[in-house]
Structure formats: structure tokens, C-alpha cells
């Protein structure tokens, strides 16, 4: 595979679906990642076990990348976090605001995720390789396409490297954001994220909660197939593959999975990519 691949997970919740997950990321590391993220929950509620993914990662001989919010925390806080994350050995962090945890109004010290870039870069200088989101769609929750696009290029000002976007299935909405980005001055690399299709409920639940559209084509396709999963998946692996080739061939910079804890759909994608 020609392009760099990252790849993204979430902590486990029980000690079964620890010991999956590592096996899972043994066989996606065969595909040689630049790295590995992990994430965290609503107002860091699954701090523990993201930064014991990252050990574990780490451990392993594979470059590990802390998602790490600011939703209600203080300096204080963040400063601490970062001297043990240095410690740990990461050397690269996804900088968030985070989600707000259902009935938390808004508090801590840092309003916007840049606040949070620009706090990470004054404290340790060139220590940590920051990505930030970006948001091709646009981020459910801006007040207007040009706020948010504002709103990124206010990150990348702060020190950000680079950034990761939603994941999308209209490339046209990618390019038209990098561009709109490269006109403001940004060249910072936007690395695609790339959701492989293996569920239909679980995509709509998903594209619902965070704003990233499912063109209607594929909506429709995916409602035709009803229960019948090898449909869905196999039609996914179309789709998604033929993605991925649309960016690879346009210049992206990398590709980021957000793998759901699963290997098999990002391996074939992946293996139909260096195939084609």
C-alpha cells in the first residue's frame, strides 16, 4: 500500500473485549500503520482504559495517539496528563474539546479546541505531533459552514501538524474543504477518515448522531438489503474501497479507519487497494 494508514480504536469495556481487540490490532498492524489512536468518551469518561490502550499499543512496538479533550478541564489538570503521556512514551496526541457528557453545561478552562492546541504547544513545545478533526460536512453543532471552517483553521494557527477529518462518502465534500482551507492559507496535511460499512442500523445511528451525511444512493441501497448481511457488507466493501481509490488517486495524504475494535473490513479494503 502506497499511501500511510492509521487506524483508530475505542477502549474496551470488559477484559473479553480487551483480549479481542488485541488481536484485532495484531492483524491490522500487519498492514504496517504510522499509528494507532484511540479515543476517548464523553467528558473523558473512559480516560483509564484510553491511556491503557495506549500502553498496550505502545508495548507492542507501534506508534500510539491519545485522543485527549478539554470539555471541563483546568489547566491543572491537562498539565499533569501531559507529563504522564510523555512518560507513557506517546509522542503524538489527537487534540479534541470533546463531547459534553449528557446534562453537563459548559465548564473548565478551555472553550474551543484550539485553546487546547495552543495551551498542549505552550507547555511542551514540540513534544507531541497534534492532530486535530475537521469536519468536510460540517460540525453539527456550527453556527455556519464559514464558522467552522474558521473554527479549523483557528486550530491549525494554534500549532496543529495535521488533521483527521469525520468520515464522509462524497469525496467532492473533502476536496471542496481543503480547498476552501488552502485559500485561508492552511497546508496542513487533512488526512481522510474512512468508516467501512459492515451494518446498516450502526451507520445511521452513527451518521445521525454526528452530522456526516450518507448520500442518498447508498442510503436507499443499504434499506434494499434489509437483514441480509452479506449484502450490506459486501456492498460496503465496494463502496468504501472505491473511496478510498477516489482520494489515493486525487493526492490524500494518508488514510485513517475508524475501525470499530474489528479488522476484517479494513484489511480486505486495504487489500483490494494494493491489489488495484
Known sequence: MDLPLSFEFFPPKTAEGAEKLRGVRQQLYALAPEFCSVTYGAG???????????????????????????????????REQLKMLKAMGVERLVALRGDLPSGYGVGGEFQYASDLVAFIRAETGDDFRIEVAAYPEIHPQARSADADLKAFVAKVRAGADSAITQYFYNTDAYFRFVDDALKLGVTTPVVPGIMPITSSTQLMRFSDACGAEIPRWIRLRLQGFGDDTASIKAFGLDVVTDLCDQLRCAGAPGLHFYTMNQSAATMEIVRRLAAA
Not at 45 to 53: D, I, K, R, V
Not at 68 to 77: E, I, L, N, P, Q
Request: proline fraction near 0%; charged fraction near 15%; include cysteine.
Open 44 to 78: 473523558g469518561s473512559t480516560q483509564e482504559g484510553t491511556f491503557n490502550a495506549v500502553r498496550e499499543i505502545l508495548a507492542e512496538g507501534v506508534a500510539a495517539a491519545s485522543h485527549f479533550s478539554c470539555v471541563g478541564a483546568t489547566r491543572a489538570t491537562v
